[in-house]
């Protein structure tokens, strides 16, 4: 059974990724929808 400051650990650095996850994916996914827009 693992320690619960092991899981504790797990589980920030996969909010920590998330959160670059997210900073990277809105201005791609705002670019794409712009992009669209304009040539539709």
């Known amino acids: 059974m693992p320690d619960e400051s092991d899981?504790?650990?797990?589980?920030?650095?996969?909010k920590e990724f998330a959160f670059e996850a997210?900073?990277?994916?809105v201005p791609v996914v705002v670019?794409?929808?712009l992009a669209l827009l304009v040539t539709s």
């Open 31 to 33: 670019l794409i929808g």
């Open 22 to 25: 997210v900073m990277w994916l």
């Open 7 to 14: 899981t504790e650990e797990t589980y920030a650095m996969y």
